[in-house]
């Protein structure tokens, strides 16, 4: 069956980067797009972009540019996202999806916390 | 970008009845393809969140079909039959109309 299994939860000080992973199985992973979405209390939830296995293409949105960076390897099914430059303001909870038209399969969630 | 915006914050059902669930779109989610982009999610608590309709009235798979959607171009209705206790969680609306994707802000439904 599809899996999406994220890395565990993330402590970084502020002003560092972080690489969160999202190994998934139980699909064509070369013919997929997948996204990563923050979620933060209140609750809300934000996409922050997608990525095409197949070629690497990116469509992020706007307010993340430049703060994630999207990438996949095709050889594990792996895909990552870099978040750099870390401030309090990116302390969440990261999804990863495969996204088939609506998001129809999550990963577990990682909570990233920034503190010194 | 478009906002979504979802009535009640929350709400309290008893099992066994139903419950309607609004989310108002800022612009209409009809696209040029004649496809209505609104989909629901349900995040219960301490998971993910999961895909219950795509394409505003469509059941994703497994979603038991106490589960119905519809709606116009940018007012929708998720109505819940006959709630059951796993049905617990936040509620969101999200659409896919264009970039960037964005989400309502959700709606807690608990049990009496």
């Known amino acids: 069956q599809v899996k999406l299994l994220q890395s565990g939860a993330e402590l970084v000080k502020p002003g560092a980067s972080v690489k969160l992973s999202c190994k998934t199985s139980?699909?064509?992973?070369?013919?997929?797009?997948m996204s990563w979405l923050k979620q933060v209390p209140g609750p809300s939830i934000e996409w922050i972009g997608w990525?095409?296995?197949?070629?690497?293409?990116?469509n992020y949105n706007q307010k993340f540019k430049g703060k994630a960076t999207l990438t996949v390897d095709k050889s594990s099914s792996t895909a990552y996202m870099d978040l750099s430059s870390l401030t309090s303001e990116d302390a969440a909870v990261y999804f990863c999806?495969?996204?088939?038209?609506?998001?129809?399969?999550w990963g577990q969630g990682v909570m990233v916390t920034v503190s010194s | 970008d478009i906002v979504l915006t979802q009535a009640p914050l929350s709400v309290s059902v008893t099992p066994g009845e139903s419950a309607s669930i609004s989310c108002r779109s800022s612009?209409?989610?009809?696209?040029?393809?004649?496809?209505?982009?609104l989909y629901w999610y349900l995040q219960r608590p301490g998971k993910s969140p999961q895909l219950l309709i795509y394409?505003?009235?469509n059941l994703a798979s497994g979603v038991p079909d106490r589960f119905s959607s519809s709606g116009s171009e940018t007012d929708f209705t998720l109505k819940i039959s006959k709630v059951e206790t796993e049905d617990v969680g936040v509620y969101y609306c999200?659409?896919?109309?264009?970039?960037?994707?964005?989400f309502g802000s959700g709606t807690k439904l608990e049990i009496k």
């Open positions: 999806a495969r996204d088939w038209g609506g998001f129809d399969y």
């Open positions: 139980g699909f064509t992973f070369s013919t997929s797009y």
């Open positions: 990525i095409y296995a197949g070629d690497g293409g990116t």
């Open positions: 612009k209409s989610l009809l696209s040029s393809k004649g496809i209505t982009s």
């Open positions: 394409q505003m009235s």
């Open positions: 999200g659409h896919r109309l264009e970039y960037p994707l964005t």
